[in-house]
């Protein structure tokens, strides 16, 4: 446990910004499950909007979520 109150501070900032950034992860991965479970269920352009987020806030790399983006629409468009 940090003793410095600037430690204490940033300990506490960090644990905030932890559940912020899950909550953005688990966003774009339950969009994409979802997505290959019932494709009728979510739009591409809803699971866009999220890997797009995520990227936004440098929860993961802009290339990542290219490579997710490509993954969806390949998913959406199988029948």
């Not at 644990?15 to 969009?31: A, C, H, I, V």
């Not at 995520?54 to 990542?64: D, L, V, Y």
């Amino acid at each position: 446990m940090p003793i410095i109150k600037s430690a204490k501070k940033k300990l506490k900032q960090d644990k905030k910004k932890t559940l912020l950034n899950l909550r953005y992860k688990k966003g774009y991965k339950d969009s994409i499950k979802k997505l290959k479970k019932d494709k009728k269920s979510i739009t591409l352009k809803e699971v866009y909007a999220q890997i797009d987020k995520a990227a936004k806030k440098g929860i993961i790399h802009t290339n990542k979520a290219v490579r997710l983006k490509s993954y969806a629409a390949r998913v959406s468009s199988r029948s």
